[in-house]
């Protein structure tokens, strides 16, 4: 087993994180679809970056209309001194999020079905050692929710930046006195990719949808219902 493997398999030995979940708007899958790649809202939109967006915007991509989320909210005080909060969100919108277990991304979608009771979401269901494989050089970990802030901000101990993100390659070297990075793949909270995730049929296990129908034609083998995830 060579270094790479032996970090991948650290990462998804548990049973419970050997998938990845990215969460997205039924809206957005046939774009996905087409091109067989999860982009980076930044290469889909290279426009206003580190601009705040406090509403989701819809932007043409390749012919196709595709949804862009809003940012949340962080508070300046949140953002640790080295950076900026403009800068923060420049980096966030050059990754690719995925949540490395059910119950994260289960989070994500009690918080936007609340938020936005009309709109329609999906959830991809990827085979997490092949896919962190493949994109080895560009896979980041988080040990917290770097685009939200938490309910009681001002109890937070630590500050975002870009240096919160651990490359994939220094997992299980993190300094026993570092508490912003992960150290086991318990503390890991996000798994972001840089840029884009292509190929993704291949590592496609399920795509969880309210409606077989919403889905593109070629993934529909791939259907599930949302009312399952997570049972």
């Given at each position: ?6 970090v991948i398999q650290k990462v ?220």
């Open positions: 087993m060579n270094q790479k493997e032996a998804t030995r548990s049973r419970g994180r050997q998938s990845l979940y990215h969460f997205t708007r039924i809206r957005n899958l046939e774009v996905m679809a087409h091109f067989d790649t999860l982009l980076s809202s930044y290469r889909i939109h290279p426009h206003e970056a580190g601009e705040r967006r406090i509403q989701p915007i819809e932007v043409e991509y390749g012919g196709n209309q595709i949804m862009i989320n809003a940012h949340l909210r962080i508070p300046e005080f949140m953002v640790d001194a080295s950076t900026t909060l403009e800068a923060f969100r420049a980096t966030l919108d050059r990754h690719v999020f995925f949540w490395p277990t059910k119950r994260d991304c289960l989070k994500m979608l009690d918080t936007y079905t609340r938020r936005e009771p009309s709109e329609a979401f999906a959830i991809l269901e990827l085979e997490a050692s092949a896919l962190l494989t493949a994109h080895y050089d560009a896979v980041k970990l988080s040990k917290y929710d770097s685009g939200s802030a938490p309910r009681f901000p001002k109890h937070c101990t630590y500050r975002k930046s870009p240096s919160m993100f651990l490359p994939l390659k220094d997992f299980g070297h993190v300094e026993p006195l570092n508490t912003i990075w992960p150290k086991k793949a318990s503390d890991i909270k996000e798994i972001l990719i840089e840029e884009q995730v292509t190929n993704v049929s291949s590592y496609l296990r399920c795509i969880y949808v309210q409606h077989d129908e919403s889905l593109p034609a070629g993934w529909r083998s791939y259907a599930m219902p949302l009312q399952a995830f997570g049972s």
